[in-house]
């Protein structure tokens, strides 16, 4: 990632977020980049390099952010529900902290 200029990455990066559908935090395991680092790229500097691909991506992040207290929700659902079978399973009692 090093050898890539900041207009170029932060292209790719806008690129990947609508293909995939993704998140900051997917694109930056993905790229293995900081997701301060995406998040800047692809709201201030994309701006600057491509402004019709930014309006996009602005979209998505708007839509990401609007969902993002549900996909919280269901990571729950599956933490708890993970442990409900396993307590099942070992006869034991899950506790809160895990």
Do not use: P
């Not at 930056?28 to 692809?42: L, M, P, Y």
């Amino acid at each position: 990632m090093s050898d890539w200029t900041q207009r170029e990455r932060c292209v790719v990066l806008g690129e990947y977020l609508l293909e995939h559908s993704a998140t900051v935090r997917q694109a930056a395991q993905v790229f293995g980049i900081s997701k301060s680092t995406v998040h800047k790229d692809v709201t201030e500097r994309l701006r600057h390099v491509n402004n019709a691909l930014w309006q996009e991506v602005q979209e998505l992040l708007t839509k990401n952010k609007q969902e993002r207290h549900l996909r919280g929700g269901e990571a729950t659902r599956r933490k708890y529900t993970a442990c409900r079978e396993v307590r099942d399973a070992a006869g034991t009692v899950c506790s809160k902290k895990q």
